[in-house]
């Protein structure tokens, strides 16, 4: 619910107060639809209890991330180890908590890169019009007909398999649809008069795309970030899975069902809770992300 | 228009497939590390010879020449790590396994998919809705490499009613092609679904209605062509996924599939392989969408007349 109150406009921030005085600002609206959407809040609280437990990783985790105890391999869960031991007898609690910092920081970067290009590519677009607006939608079409997941594969296997080259590849392939709502909206908001105002100002063209168009595109770029980042999740653990993401010593979800999936047949603990954490992950980021979709678009709201 | 349209999208997608087929052999040349690197001890002179037999000792573009040509031959060249076989050889033996686990996952998607639409789109908001729905919930936000292993833990382990690997008996494809073909079936039915509700909504399904036909009738008569357009347009990304997805499902179950073949020359850097491999993939995904576009513009009269 706290994540929703950094977008809402509060008191101390007097450049919003006007628009909270006004009962019916888009923000409040939107806060009252999300607040009565159950699903959303849901994964809303169990998103920001995850964030919150693997920034602490390093000072809860119960054993060492690289601890093995090579006499306690493949152990059921007890009370020393509540989920159990992997194949070199290290916690699989304290590994699963470390490899959701890796799986959440990867989705959250590839995500935040994604924005960046999307949004001003589509920005561009969408205010030069014309033949740029054209050309670069068109290029947009095209991309979006390749695979792009082949060709981070390719990336991946070509330049080493390092983190940094992980999420910004990942990033490049999420833009896509990004760079699409943004120009839209941009389209539609230089007809209002606030922007004539502003060109009739002289001010320059930079600075109005930047300081009046792009923050007036914020509902949907967040809307749409909240369902990127389950989606860069997503591809991460695919590539782990594959052995082509996150290299050891580092682990993330991904690599640990990947491990799991190895030994299902005489330990399935060990699939089955990083594949337990992923997926309440994913669904939760789902829930928020059609949750903040209904209440931030008034279009496809029924109260 | 229709005719026109299509026309242009073919033409269009010459360049593209060109930019990709440099993109990748540049970004492969240029990347750090030779394809004879891991081989440990080997004399130069041999190192030579091997570097000269796959023209590796020639100017850059002389090797993209060469492999042009050889490429508008059909020849995708030589594997790098498996001696004596061709990438031609490899593709040949791995891509029917992989396109028979990828069309019955297509059967699969679509006929489970369509079905429970359809179910919860006549009956709205009751159990046939919600059960299906929810369900669909599931596939969506599931990725294969969790549904995968818990299918093989439940039928396979625990139930012990269906094999878990390897691709001789037809019982062996039952778990690998549900795996692959769930998450699609989960999305087909949604579509199903609301392309189906908002098709009935519409006058002439009322006009139907009002002249005494039966709902059966109206529904195959009249809403599906329409209802069913959303999940025409959907087969297009539903291909390249089940290609994707079919990466996973291969390593799970141990098929000796294309996509296994994929991973492991990536791993292992065979420069040709991935690079064969690849240029397949992009071709089917490019064809594959065209034959969704054509198949749109025969059924949508609205794309031809525009």
Redesign the interface.
């Known amino acids: 619910m706290s994540s929703i109150a950094i977008t809402m406009p509060t008191p101390e921030n007097p450049a919003l107060a006007l628009a909270q005085e006004a009962s019916s600002s888009l923000w409040m609206d939107a806060y009252r639809r999300l607040s009565k959407n159950k699903m959303a809040l849901a994964g809303a609280t169990f998103i920001l209890i995850e964030a919150f437990i693997c920034l602490i990783t390093p000072w809860i985790a119960p054993y060492g991330f690289e601890q093995q105890n090579l006499e306690f391999t493949l152990a059921r869960p007890s009370f020393a180890h509540w989920l159990g031991t992997d194949t070199l007898g290290r916690d699989l609690f304290t590994r699963v908590l470390y490899g959701g910092r890796v799986s959440l920081m990867v989705g959250i970067l590839a995500s935040l890169v994604s924005v960046v290009v999307g949004v001003i590519y589509g920005a561009v677009s969408g205010y030069a019009g014309g033949k740029i607006d054209s050309v670069l939608m068109r290029v947009v079409d095209i991309l979006y007909a390749l695979p792009f997941i082949f060709l981070v594969i390719i990336l991946m296997v070509y330049f080493g398999r390092n983190i940094v080259l992980l999420f910004v590849a990942l990033g490049l392939t999420e833009w896509l649809t990004m760079a699409r709502i943004v120009r839209g909206q941009v389209i539609s908001l230089k007809q209002k008069e606030f922007i004539e105002a502003a060109v009739s100002m002289g001010i320059p063209t930079r600075f109005i795309v930047l300081r009046h168009l792009v923050p007036n595109t914020l509902g949907p770029v967040i809307v749409y970030l909240t369902l990127t980042i389950p989606s860069a999740i997503l591809s991460e653990a695919f590539l782990s899975f594959l052995g082509l993401g996150v290299q050891a010593p580092m682990a993330s979800w991904g690599t640990l069902i990947s491990s799991g999936v190895e030994v299902m047949e005489v330990a399935p603990w060990v699939l089955i809770s990083p594949a337990i954490m992923l997926s309440l992950t994913l669904f939760s980021l789902n829930f928020l992300g059609d949750g903040l979709r209904d209440a931030l678009d008034p279009k496809g709201a029924k109260d | 228009m229709g005719l026109r349209y299509l026309l242009g999208r073919l033409l269009?997608m010459i360049p593209?497939f060109f930019a990709?087929v440099t993109a990748?052999f540049f970004?492969?040349r240029f990347?750090?590390?030779g394809p004879f690197d891991s081989e440990r001890n080997v004399p130069p002179q041999i190192l030579e010879n091997l570097n000269k037999k796959y023209h590796l000792d020639e100017p850059l573009l002389m090797q993209y020449v060469h492999y042009l040509n050889d490429l508008a031959h059909g020849d995708l060249g030589p594997s790098f790590k498996h001696a004596n076989r061709t990438v031609n050889e490899i593709i040949g033996e791995a891509f029917p396994v992989s396109l028979e686990l990828g069309l019955i996952s297509l059967v699969w998607a679509l006929l489970i998919g369509i079905t429970a639409g359809g179910l919860a789109a006549l009956k709205p908001n009751t159990a046939f809705d919600y059960i299906p729905m929810s369900i669909s919930?599931l596939g969506?936000?599931?990725?294969t490499?969790?549904i995968g292993?818990?299918l093989?833990?439940v039928f396979g382990?625990w139930l012990e009613i269906a094999p878990v690997s390897g691709w001789d008996s037809i019982g062996d494809r039952i778990l690998p092609s549900l795996t692959l073909g769930f998450a699609f079936a989960a999305y087909i039915s949604r579509l199903t679904r609301g392309g189906l509700m908002e098709i009935r909504s519409l006058d002439f399904v009322r006009t139907a209605r009002a002249k005494g036909l039966p709902e059966s009738l109206i529904l195959v008569k009249h809403t599906l062509r329409g209802g069913l357009l959303p999940v025409v347009s959907y087969l297009g990304p539903a291909l390249?996924g089940i290609?994707?997805g079919a990466?996973?499902t291969e390593?799970?179950f141990s098929i000796p599939g294309l996509g296994r073949f994929?991973?492991e020359s990536?791993?292992n850097?065979d420069y040709t392989v991935?690079m064969g491999t690849?240029l397949l993939?992009?071709t089917l995904?490019?064809v594959c969408?065209f034959l969704v576009d054509v198949t749109y513009t025969i059924l949508d009269p609205r794309v031809r007349h525009e």
């Open positions: 269009g593209v990709v990748i970004l492969i990347a750090p590390g919930i969506i936000c599931l990725p490499f969790v292993p818990f093989v833990l382990m390249a290609i994707a990466l996973v390593t799970i994929f991973i990536a791993l850097r991935v690849s993939y992009f995904i490019f969408n």
